[in-house]
C-alpha cells in the first residue's frame, strides 16, 4: 500500500524519466549504445538544470553495477583499478566545481556537450604509453562529473585488444565505480537525492525490463532509423538547452 500511495504522488516529470530509463535500457541492450545521451536528452527537457548531471549518475548506474555482476569474471582490473583511482581525484575536484557553476554554464554546456558528442566522428586515440588508465579515468570522470558525458573511456579501450566480455565487464565495472564516486562527491556537496528516491528505484527496475526488451527486438529494429530518429531528437534538445542558457543569461 505504501508503493501504491508513493507511486500516486510522482509528477509528470519522474514518468518521463522512468519511460526514458525503460527506452535507453533497450537501447543499449539493442544497439549497444546511446542510453546514456537518451537519459540526458530527457532529464534535460524535465529537471531542473541543476538537477541533470547528479540524477544521470543514479539512471545509470543499475544497468552498469549488473552487467559488471554478470561479466564480473571477465573485469580486466589492470584497467579498471588504475581508472578508478584516477576517477576518485576528478570527482573530489569536479563535484565541487559543478555544484558552485551557475545554471547558464551548466545548460549550455551540456547542450555543447551533447551537439559534440552526436556529431563528432568517433576518436580513434591511441594512448601512446603503457599505463594510461589512471590519467584516462581522471579526464574522463572530470568531465563526465561536470557534463554528464566523459566519452574517453568508452573510445580508448577498444584499441586495448580485448574481447568483446572482457570489454564489456571492464567498462561496466570502471563506470560502476565512477558512478558511486560521483553520487557520493554530489551529496557531499549539498545535492539532495531525497526528492527523486521513488523515481531513481522505478527507473532502475525498468531499466531490468527494457533490456529484457532490447534483447527480443535487436533484430527487428533498423538501426539507421534508429541513429536517424535518435540524433534528431537529441540535436533539438541540446539547441533547446544552449537557448534556454541564452534566454536566462539574457534576463539576468
Not at 530527457?42 to 555482476?69: D, K, M, N
Not at 564480473?72 to 573530489?92: K, T
Not at 527480443?216 to 538501426?223: A, G, P, V
Request: aromatic share 10%.
Amino acid at each position: 500500500m505504501e508503493l501504491l500511495a508513493s507511486l500516486g504522488e510522482i509528477d509528470r516529470a519522474s514518468y518521463a524519466i522512468v519511460l526514458g530509463s525503460f527506452l535507453a535500457a533497450i537501447s543499449n541492450a539493442a544497439f549497444a549504445n546511446g542510453g546514456a545521451m537518451i537519459i540526458l536528452a530527457v532529464t534535460s527537457s524535465v529537471l531542473p538544470v541543476s538537477a541533470i548531471v547528479p540524477l544521470h549518475s543514479t539512471l545509470l548506474i543499475g544497468s552498469t553495477a549488473s552487467r559488471a555482476l554478470v561479466f564480473r569474471e571477465h573485469i580486466d582490473w589492470r584497467i579498471a583499478g588504475p581508472f578508478l583511482l584516477g576517477s576518485i581525484l576528478a570527482v573530489a575536484i569536479a563535484a565541487r566545481i559543478y555544484i558552485r557553476l551557475p545554471e547558464t554554464i551548466i545548460a549550455s554546456a551540456i547542450g555543447i556537450v551533447m551537439l559534440v558528442a552526436i556529431w563528432l566522428p568517433g576518436i580513434s586515440w591511441r594512448p601512446k604509453f603503457r599505463h594510461p588508465w589512471a590519467i584516462v579515468g581522471f579526464i574522463h570522470s572530470f568531465f563526465s562529473t561536470l557534463f554528464a558525458y566523459g566519452a574517453l573511456l568508452h573510445a580508448v579501450i577498444l584499441h586495448t585488444g580485448l574481447k568483446r566480455r572482457q570489454v564489456v565487464a571492464t567498462m561496466a565495472a570502471s563506470l560502476t565505480g565512477m558512478g558511486i564516486f560521483k553520487i557520493a562527491g554530489y551529496a557531499a556537496n549539498g545535492f539532495d537525492y531525497r526528492p527523486y528516491l521513488m523515481t531513481i528505484i522505478l527507473s532502475v527496475l525498468v531499466a531490468v525490463v527494457g533490456t529484457w526488451v532490447g534483447k527480443l527486438l535487436i533484430d527487428r529494429i533498423s538501426e539507421t532509423v534508429f541513429r536517424a530518429v535518435f540524433r534528431l531528437l537529441v540535436t533539438l534538445t541540446a539547441v533547446r538547452l544552449i537557448v534556454t542558457a541564452i534566454v536566462s543569461a539574457g534576463q539576468a
